[in-house]
């Protein structure tokens, strides 16, 4: 016996040996060979036991043979009150191959299966209970199982490779179930429904090894054996097995024993817990300057994307609530609307939120998604990173962490929820992952072929083009893996192909009308019109992001689009990091295929063309590959290199993992300082934020329901567009009593329904906003008159409404002159009235 199994059966005889803290006597150590241990814990079980042992005994000798060393019965009393002890020493008397561990205080179910298992010396442990509420005949299948390949195979955590699909299963579970495990959530095995250990076969020494390095006394040591059997990368069979038809009753539970499974159920998740609420203070920190006032404050680097998203949640909420088309809505862009499945309006969240927009507002609906939206999506990406690939759950979190809080996803964060919001991102990867197993089972591939669809289904209700992105990312994985591992990359193929056709399968019905609707539906278009530069600077990718500790707002604008589009500023320390740590570790197949997807996706970031810095020289770039295949055209070619925070998030818990664990003292330290230097200067600061511009008291106050009639548009001056959309915000404020000429938001333009910002631009909102933004007023002609009397008949108006702003003078005097008539003064704002005959 070597390894660390060998270490848990010591420790565990050890321990077993004698009274002791644990207070659990052992019977005399067993010293020959066992070919099959079976283990019991029983509690007042008097009634029932000797009949258990007679079948139990009369079933192994039959299958095992006679000898002493076939088979051993250890019988764990868990200090009963009743003659349970003596019933088995009397069985013990005739049969020296059963053994009593006799506990003189109830300890509970989990230390009498830990007492058990380190006291036995079988090859193979069986677990059972002491009604034997599955038959003894179950073992056969429980004994195939545990000599196949196992279900589940990963490379190992310390580097080396694990072909777990021709090692030999070290679990066969019983398909039983725990209900409370269950009901609550608690995940044994990902991937099995049994969370039990009821009826479970074990590799004798990894047995020993689980049982020993377990804490719980109660009846959550099941999921905690399992998981820590899962995280050790062992393989686990799942077998169905029959229930006794009539068992012997169970005695009755205690009071306190659902308490207490639901104390230690938390207990072994308090890890778990304590990570996330880690996630949700550092998410609140970014978000403070927000929450500190959600009436009066902005954020400040948002644009007009707070605005606009705020206006999203709160047309969702008025097409449901009005029993509306919630894929179509014409509050603003008069008369023509809005396709709201063509813009970013995460259906997936704000129709559940509904009930919170209803009773606290659109802004906090806002602000909740920012905030716990990017605290979730840290802790999936955290426990993607720690079921697949570290030991260390602090190494898990500080990779979800950077994954989740990278600077590209901080600048998003101003105003994308869309690209904050990403928590499904990590569960279809590792679905993906689990199709990937080649040794997958047929039920398992449809399963989570199913479960894929749906995930992606719902992601598609949260944004499309991240899901896109991160799609394009692990296609690069797969290419990358293939590269590095061709024969086991050919053997994922099959069963990914097929759980990817029926994932598509799953997709196609629930997202074919939605789909449709998008892309042929009204006010669809084919793709958007970014401009020439969407693509990185080489220099984004080694500078810091405005809001990172060590970032610079003036160089971070001058080298993206705008304060919300600032898509790589990882830094160079941090990239100098990721590239130590794919040398230091190489040899690891994952790293490699992490390494040459993290370089592409910064390559496919730059852009079709690449500008080389200080220099006048331009290069054609790889996205020149795919800058005209559907979807990818309307993709901003920077947002690829998001694809990278994920990738150096694995490699971060990848090294903290190794480095906690190097036991030179000097050595973890110089690795600990590297890693706070590539992480110090791109910790994310809050973000900034301003006062909001007041809503017009003719707004709040209801004044403009005189003027303007139901199929009639409020025409503000200026018309919201991209670049000033507070007349969304009237709206909201309005709960969406009017409609709007103008807008900002996504539709066609022109005869090719090529994609733009905002609502078809027209004469009469071009020039209102040049001259509010400085331009000297046109000389009005009939010519210009009669412009704006048609531009103002399209939008159906029935009233201009010019706010007191800047130059308000000059658009007073314009408009009036345009219109051959003098406003009216309403509180705070003039007003022409329209409508028929006033046009």
Known sequence: MTGPAATGATAGADAAAGTGASGTEAAPAWLGAVGLSVVIPAHDDEHRIGATLDALREHLDSRLGTGPGDWELLVVDDGSADATAAVVEAAAADEPRIRLVRSEHRRGRGAALRAGVLA????????????LRTPPAELDRLQQALGQEGQEGQESRDGRENRSGGEPAAVALGRTGNRLVRALGIPGIPGFR????????????RARAAFGASVLDGPAIDAEVLRWVRRQGWPVAEVPVRRTAQPAPRPRRAPGDRRRALAELFRLNAGGLAVA????????YVFHGLWADLDGRYLKDALQDQNQWEWFVGVATDNITHLRNPLFTTAQGMPDGVNLMANATMLGLTVPLIPVTLLFGETVTFALVLTLGMAASAWTWYWLIRRRFVHSRWAAA???????FAPPMVSHANGHPNFVVLFMIPLIIDRALRLCDGRNHGRNVVRDGVLLGLFATYQIFLGEEPLLIAALGMLVFSLAYLLVDRRRALEAARPLGLGLVIAAGVCVPLLIVPLYWQFFGPQSYHSVLHGDNAGNSPRALVEYAARSLFGDAETAGRLSLNTTEQNAFYGWPLLAFGAAVCVWMWRRTVVRALAITGAVALLLSLGPWVPVPRTDVVLPGPWRLVVKLPLFESVI?????????????????????????????????LGLLGVAAALIPVLPLPLAVRERAPVPAFITSGAWKGYVKDGEALVPVPLPDPGQADALHWQVEADFGFRLAGGYFNGPWGPDRIGIYGATPRHLSNVLRDVRYGAQPPEITPQWREQARQDLEFWKAGAIVLPFQDRD????????????RQPEKVQDVWVWRMGPGRV
């Open 120 to 131: 036995c010396a079988g090859e193979r442990v069986l677990l059972t209970d002491a009604g």
């Open 194 to 205: 049994s969370d039990t250990c009821g009826f479970a076969l074990f590799d004798g020494d």
């Open 277 to 284: 609420a880690v996630f949700l203070v550092l998410s609140a």
């Open 398 to 404: 500080a990779g979800g962490a950077l994954a989740a």
């Open 637 to 669: 070619e920077g947002r690829v290199a998001m694809v990278c925070a994920p990738v150096l998030g694995v490699l971060l818990a990848l090294a903290l993992d190794r480095i906690v664990r190097v036991r030179t003292r000097e050595l973890r330290t």
């Open 809 to 820: 003078a000059e658009l007073r005097g314009m408009i009036s002159e345009l219109l051959g």
